[in-house]
Structures are given as structure tokens and as C-alpha cells.
């Protein structure tokens, strides 16, 4: 006990020092064993945990200690100036009774969460302690019957279970409207539902926190900031059943979105068997300046099922936009689909509406499954996409049933990487774009791929340079272009033993120009059909006439 005490004292000493501002009073420190918390993790310290905070909020702003030991809770709601600090070998442990989570003030048991803030300001999560759910508790199979051998690519880990009928706390750790939100070095484990779940909050920073949740948890999002500005995400490890980020533009608690912006996700590591770095799908309001930078998105080698689908999802389909996205320094290994941008119209379109100014440079993605895919609506075209010192190596075979299939448009469905079918490109498809810039793109696929690397439908304006990629088996091209104008290919060449280099067909198509590209290892440079005229493209002087056969 004496020890307990001198350590007690001088971390409140520690925590008093740091948080001190010159001429205010020194900041209150209370511990929880001093409130009767049971630290042996058999009795519910609830009562014991949530007087402390008030005590502290009382006093004007200080620090809750979580000492060694495990500590059996509910819900317990933090105020504003009040930092939950974690020891190291403390846990709060999350009740596996539904009837814990009910809120403290109201009683109502329709908002389930472990921890809660609202309207607060300056609240802190942080130290190198524990915050376990115990999810599984809160979980039961789901009776879906298992995907085919040969469909394991579209089918989900998490999608085996659901959440029981009594319900779950969800989101685990949930802030709503506040300001200056800090969480920190923590552990998060076993969430029983979405995991860390920042609403309409300002100036927020999430650093070095680790979540592990079990990549079968149903709904289990790692991140999930929705309509938050001014944030960032660095450090952080999470590994978790559902979208590991996830970017939403939906307001809960009013009748409009609130634009999410200035948004940093940075230096994480990003596990799951669904998206790694998402947007959307909630997104009928507006995503601007966000930034996914220096990442890993990756996966072991496990079953198809377990994998990332998407390592970058970008997806307005609510009505809403987004403007300005940049992407750089990703490494991805074992995800299905690198990049997946897509529009879709599931709910009213608001004035802003659109998919515009992404730009995505330096990623490098081993072992994928599907082709990358950037698709707007018809009419409503995704703009000023860029693309570039982008290297995917790609390990799924080809089947014959993918070559030349037709892609559905599906506007109103769920979005995800696979919605479309397996696309007929090995590398990347793109449909209904304008201002499509690719550069220093390296695309490797198995060997005896049939299908183009790229195939494009009612892209107008695009460029596609330094392009690199494994030769095409069979009779279909290494690009393909379809109703697609003013389209420069340049200082590129036709892998060998290429067939066929260009296939352009729709009597739309035109303005189509190859500059400086070396066709000496194709058989046949370009072929136009189905409705193309062939002056619809155009050789430029540089570009080298292929060998003779």
C-alpha cells in the first residue's frame, strides 16, 4: 500500500507539472482505488470510475489515474479539462451486460458505449494501458452459408457473424461535438462494434493508440470520424473486422452533413478483411482536404476472406462530394484491390455533388486479386483524377469467363471493389471520367493474362505515360478504349510479345494519339472496331512502327 501511495504521488506530481499552466492553480489528480474501484476485474466499478471524473470536472480540470489492475465497467461518460490516463498494466474491462451501457444521466439504453463525451472540451484518453470490449460476447454466427472455393475473393471473414439481439455498445468509444479531443498510446481491444467513433468534432488528435479486434468481428470499423475537421491520425497499428479508417459525411444529431475536412492520416499500419483507408460510405455532405500519407496497408498470408478488399477506398454515393484528396507513399501487400474510387447515386444530389481532384502518387501494391477501378455516373463525370509511380503486381489467374464481360453500372448498390463482377482488365478499369492523368505505372499481372491492363469506357481527356506492364495472351489489346476522346499514350512500349497494343471501338471514340511509343515488339499497333473510325487515331512521327513478322 505505501508503494501504491509514493507512486500514486508522484505521478500526480508528473501529471499536475504537465499540465499546469503559469499562474492557474495546479491541475487535480484522483485515482480510482481511492473511489472503491475492485481491481480485480470480478465486480463493476462503474459508480467508482464515473465520481472520479465528475470529482475532477468539479475541480476544475485534472487527471483521472487507472492504476495497475483490472477494472470491470459500463458506461462511463467524460467531461470537459478531464484526461483518462491509463497505467501500464491497467485495464478497463467492458461489461458483457447490455444493461451496463445504459446512459448514467437519462437512463436510455438506445446509445450503448463504454466511453462517452459530449459538448466537452479538452478531453483526453491516453497512457500505455488497456480498453477491452469483450466483443465476442456480444457476437453469434450469422448462418450465411460459405462462398465457393473459386468466389472466396467477394466473400468477407466478419460476415460469418452478427451481433446478438440484445444488442452491443457501439460505437465503443464515442464523442460527439467536442473540442480539442486527444486519445492516445492506448490499447483497444475485442470492441463489440465500431471501435473509435469521433462525431462533429474540432481539432482532434489520435496518436499512437494500437486497436485489436478480431478479424472476424462484425462491424467492427477501427476509426471512424464523421463530419470532424481539423484531425490527425499518425502512429497508430490498427488490425479489426471492418473498415480500419473510415472518413463519413453524415450528421447523426441535425438534419444537414457537416463537411469533413483537414483530415491527416499518417504512418499507420492498417489491418482488416474489409477497406483500409475509406471514404463513404455515409456521404451526403462534403470530404475536402484529406490526406492518406507514408502507410502500410497489408495483410499475412491468409485466406482470401481475411484479406483487405480495397486499400484505398474513395466513395461518394450519397449525394455529397469530394474535393481534394491526396494519397502518397502507401505500400499495400495481399489486398484485393489496391485503389477503388467510385460515384454512385443512392440519395438526393446535393449542389456540390462530384468526385473531383484526387490526386494518388507512390504506391506499390504486392499479391493483389482485382483490378483497380475509378468510375463515375453516366453524365456526372469523376474529375481531375491523377494517378502516378503507381507499381501493382498482381497474383490471381486470369479465368476465361473475365475476358471482354460486360461491366453493369449499379448506381444504387452498396459500394465495394468487387460490385461490378471481376472487371475485363487485369490492372486498372476506368469508366465515365474526365481528366484522367497516369504516369509511371508498372503493372504485373500472372502469366497467361488474357485481359487488356487497362480498359477505358467514356473517358474524355486522359494521358497515360511511362506506362509498363506484362504482355496480354490472346487476342485482346494491352489498352483498350471504348467511346473515349483526346487520349494521349506516350513514351511507353508494347511488352513483348504483344499481339495487339490498342484496341479502340464506339463510333464516339477519337482524338486518340500514341507519342513516342515504341511498337516494335507488337504485332499490330492499333485496331479500331466495332463503330471506331480509324482516323480516330493518330501515330505520332517519334512513335516506332512495329517489326517485322
Given at each position: 500500500?505505501?508503494?501504491?501511495?509514493?507512486?500514486?504521488?508522484?505521478?500526480?506530481?508528473?501529471?499536475?507539472?504537465?499540465?499546469?499552466?503559469?499562474?492557474?492553480?495546479?491541475?487535480?489528480?484522483?485515482?480510482?482505488?481511492?473511489?472503491?474501484?475492485?481491481?480485480?476485474?470480478?465486480?463493476?466499478?462503474?459508480?467508482?470510475?464515473?465520481?472520479?471524473?465528475?470529482?475532477?470536472?468539479?475541480?476544475?480540470?485534472?487527471?483521472?489515474?487507472?492504476?495497475?489492475?483490472?477494472?470491470?465497467?459500463?458506461?462511463?461518460?467524460?467531461?470537459?479539462?478531464?484526461?483518462?490516463?491509463?497505467?501500464?498494466?491497467?485495464?478497463?474491462?467492458?461489461?458483457?451486460?447490455i444493461r451496463d451501457y445504459a446512459s448514467p444521466e437519462t437512463g436510455d439504453t438506445d446509445e450503448r458505449h463504454l466511453i462517452f463525451a459530449k459538448d466537452a472540451e479538452d478531453v483526453t484518453i491516453a497512457g500505455p494501458g488497456r480498453i477491452d470490449g469483450q466483443g465476442p460476447s456480444f457476437w453469434e454466427p450469422s448462418g450465411q452459408p460459405p462462398s465457393a472455393p473459386d468466389e472466396q475473393w467477394h466473400a468477407v471473414a466478419s460476415h460469418d457473424l452478427k451481433p446478438k439481439a440484445s444488442g452491443r455498445p457501439s460505437p465503443m468509444l464515442y464523442f460527439v461535438s467536442c473540442r480539442q479531443l486527444r486519445i492516445k498510446d492506448v490499447q483497444i481491444e475485442n470492441s463489440p462494434g465500431w471501435t473509435v467513433n469521433a462525431v462533429n468534432c474540432d481539432d482532434v488528435v489520435i496518436q499512437g493508440i494500437a486497436i485489436r479486434?478480431?478479424?472476424?468481428?462484425?462491424?467492427?470499423?477501427?476509426?471512424?470520424?464523421?463530419?470532424?475537421?481539423?484531425?490527425?491520425v499518425t502512429h497508430c497499428s490498427v488490425e479489426t473486422g471492418d473498415d480500419a479508417v473510415c472518413l463519413k459525411s453524415i450528421n447523426p444529431f441535425g438534419p444537414e452533413p457537416r463537411l469533413i475536412k483537414n483530415v491527416r492520416v499518417t504512418n499507420c499500419s492498417l489491418t482488416t478483411c474489409c477497406?483500409?483507408?475509406?471514404?463513404?460510405?455515409?456521404?451526403?455532405?462534403?470530404?475536402?482536404?484529406?490526406?492518406?500519407?507514408?502507410?502500410?496497408?497489408?495483410?499475412?498470408?491468409?485466406?482470401?476472406?481475411?484479406?483487405?478488399?480495397?486499400?484505398?477506398?474513395?466513395?461518394?454515393?450519397?449525394g455529397g462530394w469530394i474535393d481534394g484528396v491526396?494519397?502518397?507513399?502507401?505500400?499495400?501487400?495481399?489486398?484485393?484491390?489496391?485503389?477503388?474510387?467510385?460515384?454512385?447515386?443512392?440519395?438526393?444530389?446535393?449542389?456540390?455533388?462530384?468526385?473531383?481532384?484526387?490526386?494518388?502518387?507512390?504506391?506499390?501494391?504486392?499479391?493483389?486479386?482485382?483490378?483497380?477501378?475509378?468510375?463515375?455516373?453516366?453524365?456526372?463525370?469523376?474529375?481531375?483524377?491523377?494517378?502516378?509511380?503507381?507499381?501493382?503486381n498482381t497474383s490471381l489467374a486470369c479465368r476465361p469467363d473475365w475476358v471482354g464481360r460486360p461491366v453493369p453500372e449499379k448506381p444504387t448498390q452498396y459500394p465495394e471493389a468487387w460490385m461490378f463482377g471481376m472487371l475485363?482488365?487485369?490492372?486498372?478499369?476506368?469508366?465515365?471520367?474526365?481528366?484522367?492523368?497516369?504516369?509511371?505505372?508498372?503493372?504485373?499481372?500472372?502469366a497467361g493474362e488474357e485481359r487488356p491492363t487497362m480498359v477505358f469506357d467514356d473517358v474524355i481527356g486522359a494521358t497515360v505515360a511511362e506506362l509498363s506492364s506484362t504482355p496480354v495472351s490472346g487476342k485482346k489489346p494491352v489498352i483498350e478504349l471504348t467511346d473515349c476522346r483526346e487520349i494521349q499514350i506516350e513514351n511507353s512500349a508494347a511488352p513483348s510479345g504483344t499481339s495487339l497494343f490498342l484496341g479502340v471501338a464506339g463510333e464516339n471514340s477519337g482524338g486518340i494519339i500514341l507519342k513516342e511509343v515504341d511498337l516494335?515488339?507488337?504485332?499490330?499497333?492499333?485496331?479500331?472496331?466495332?463503330?471506331?473510325?480509324?482516323?480516330a487515331v493518330t501515330l505520332n512521327s517519334n512513335t516506332s512502327a512495329p517489326e517485322e513478322h
Amino acid at each position: 500500500m505505501l508503494r501504491r501511495d509514493f507512486l500514486s504521488g508522484a505521478f500526480a506530481l508528473t501529471v499536475a507539472s504537465a499540465r499546469t499552466v503559469p499562474g492557474t492553480a495546479p491541475q487535480t489528480v484522483k485515482n480510482i482505488l481511492d473511489y472503491r474501484a475492485d481491481r480485480s476485474g470480478r465486480m463493476l466499478s462503474t459508480g467508482s470510475i464515473q465520481r472520479a471524473i465528475d470529482d475532477v470536472f468539479k475541480a476544475g480540470g485534472g487527471t483521472v489515474q487507472i492504476p495497475p489492475g483490472t477494472f470491470l465497467t459500463g458506461r462511463i461518460d467524460l467531461r470537459s479539462r478531464v484526461t483518462l490516463y491509463l497505467e501500464r498494466g491497467g485495464t478497463l474491462l467492458g461489461s458483457t451486460a447490455i444493461r451496463d451501457y445504459a446512459s448514467p444521466e437519462t437512463g436510455d439504453t438506445d446509445e450503448r458505449h463504454l466511453i462517452f463525451a459530449k459538448d466537452a472540451e479538452d478531453v483526453t484518453i491516453a497512457g500505455p494501458g488497456r480498453i477491452d470490449g469483450q466483443g465476442p460476447s456480444f457476437w453469434e454466427p450469422s448462418g450465411q452459408p460459405p462462398s465457393a472455393p473459386d468466389e472466396q475473393w467477394h466473400a468477407v471473414a466478419s460476415h460469418d457473424l452478427k451481433p446478438k439481439a440484445s444488442g452491443r455498445p457501439s460505437p465503443m468509444l464515442y464523442f460527439v461535438s467536442c473540442r480539442q479531443l486527444r486519445i492516445k498510446d492506448v490499447q483497444i481491444e475485442n470492441s463489440p462494434g465500431w471501435t473509435v467513433n469521433a462525431v462533429n468534432c474540432d481539432d482532434v488528435v489520435i496518436q499512437g493508440i494500437a486497436i485489436r479486434n478480431p478479424i472476424d468481428g462484425p462491424n467492427t470499423d477501427g476509426i471512424d470520424l464523421t463530419g470532424c475537421q481539423n484531425v490527425v491520425v499518425t502512429h497508430c497499428s490498427v488490425e479489426t473486422g471492418d473498415d480500419a479508417v473510415c472518413l463519413k459525411s453524415i450528421n447523426p444529431f441535425g438534419p444537414e452533413p457537416r463537411l469533413i475536412k483537414n483530415v491527416r492520416v499518417t504512418n499507420c499500419s492498417l489491418t482488416t478483411c474489409c477497406n483500409g483507408f475509406k471514404l463513404g460510405t455515409d456521404s451526403g455532405g462534403g470530404f475536402e482536404d484529406i490526406t492518406f500519407s507514408d502507410s502500410v496497408v497489408q495483410n499475412k498470408d491468409v485466406p482470401f476472406k481475411d484479406r483487405v478488399i480495397s486499400g484505398i477506398a474513395l466513395e461518394v454515393v450519397d449525394g455529397g462530394w469530394i474535393d481534394g484528396v491526396t494519397v502518397s507513399g502507401i505500400r499495400m501487400q495481399r489486398t484485393r484491390a489496391p485503389i477503388f474510387i467510385h460515384m454512385g447515386n443512392r440519395q438526393r444530389l446535393r449542389e456540390h455533388h462530384g468526385l473531383r481532384n484526387v490526386r494518388i502518387d507512390d504506391v506499390q501494391a504486392s499479391d493483389a486479386l482485382l483490378a483497380s477501378s475509378i468510375t463515375g455516373l453516366p453524365g456526372t463525370y469523376a474529375h481531375d483524377i491523377s494517378l502516378s509511380n503507381i507499381r501493382v503486381n498482381t497474383s490471381l489467374a486470369c479465368r476465361p469467363d473475365w475476358v471482354g464481360r460486360p461491366v453493369p453500372e449499379k448506381p444504387t448498390q452498396y459500394p465495394e471493389a468487387w460490385m461490378f463482377g471481376m472487371l475485363p482488365a487485369s490492372g486498372l478499369y476506368a469508366r465515365h471520367v474526365r481528366n484522367l492523368h497516369l504516369s509511371h505505372i508498372e503493372m504485373d499481372a500472372t502469366a497467361g493474362e488474357e485481359r487488356p491492363t487497362m480498359v477505358f469506357d467514356d473517358v474524355i481527356g486522359a494521358t497515360v505515360a511511362e506506362l509498363s506492364s506484362t504482355p496480354v495472351s490472346g487476342k485482346k489489346p494491352v489498352i483498350e478504349l471504348t467511346d473515349c476522346r483526346e487520349i494521349q499514350i506516350e513514351n511507353s512500349a508494347a511488352p513483348s510479345g504483344t499481339s495487339l497494343f490498342l484496341g479502340v471501338a464506339g463510333e464516339n471514340s477519337g482524338g486518340i494519339i500514341l507519342k513516342e511509343v515504341d511498337l516494335r515488339r507488337a504485332h499490330t499497333p492499333f485496331q479500331a472496331s466495332g463503330g471506331a473510325s480509324k482516323s480516330a487515331v493518330t501515330l505520332n512521327s517519334n512513335t516506332s512502327a512495329p517489326e517485322e513478322h
